[in-house]
């Protein structure tokens, strides 16, 4: 079964400091990865995906991810965090009939 | 363009009431999921629909859980003899086909008292 793995439940990091957020994943096949980013609140946005081809993937506000077969992870990264990406953060992989299996998810703390 | 929009944002029922709980989609999005959050069991898919094909009920916790898609449009997930079990927020998501990336609306909260 298909299945992602959240380390960290918690992460505090200082506002200007680089990020990154660890992902597992368990698929038999090619996965389709996902992270998304939740406000207090809030629905769940699509910060960046991966799908094929190149395995660095940009997305929206600054951030990227690597997803690297070997190691079945797909780590979410930011060279330089701000205040406002405090959050809670959902690695997800696409099951069959791209039915969403999420991680546990990370809650980003920033201080200043 | 418009987001996919949920109704209502809270809900406050009583154990054993039922509940409806209405998603819009996207326009022209034919995938259409529920995903159920909860602290004890995090994101959790509940049902997928695609088009006119026969729904993916798999996620579904138990008989008390239904949805239905009308039109290949708007949902409505609904639950019968609410348990404080049932205690969640419930996301949809649409996507414009298997496969697609899914946007979230911002999810009901559903509290059984």
């Known amino acids: 079964a298909q299945s992602v793995t959240q380390p960290d439940i918690h992460i505090t990091v200082s506002e200007g400091a680089s990020l990154e957020l660890r992902c597992n994943y368990s698929?038999?096949?090619?996965?389709?990865l996902f992270w998304y980013v939740q406000s207090p609140g809030q629905g769940l946005q699509l910060l960046l995906k991966y799908f094929s081809g190149d395995t660095l993937v940009q997305g929206i506000k600054g951030f990227e991810a690597e997803f690297k077969r070997s190691q079945s992870s797909f780590n979410l990264r930011k060279p330089s965090v701000h205040w406002s990406d405090a959050a809670e953060y959902f690695c997800a992989v696409g099951a069959v009939g791209n039915k969403l299996v999420f991680g546990a998810g990370t809650i980003l703390r920033v201080k200043s | 363009g418009a987001g996919v929009s949920q109704s209502p944002s809270n809900k406050v029922t009583e154990k054993g009431k039922d509940v409806e709980l209405r998603c819009d989609p996207i326009s022209g999005h034919t995938a259409l999921y529920w995903y159920r959050q909860s602290l004890g069991q995090g994101l959790e898919f509940l049902i997928y629909?695609?088009?006119?094909?026969?729904?993916?009920k798999s996620g579904l916790p138990s008989d008390r859980f239904s949805a239905e898609r009308t039109g290949g449009s708007v949902s409505t997930l609904t639950i019968q003899r609410t348990q404080q079990e049932d205690s969640a927020v419930y996301l949809c998501?649409?996507?414009?086909?298997?496969?697609?990336?899914?946007?979230f609306g911002p999810g009901t909260r559903l509290t059984v008292l």
């Open positions: 698929y038999g096949a090619t996965p389709y």
């Open positions: 998501a649409s996507s414009p086909q298997t496969g697609d990336t899914q946007y």
């Open positions: 629909f695609q088009g006119n094909s026969a729904p993916d």
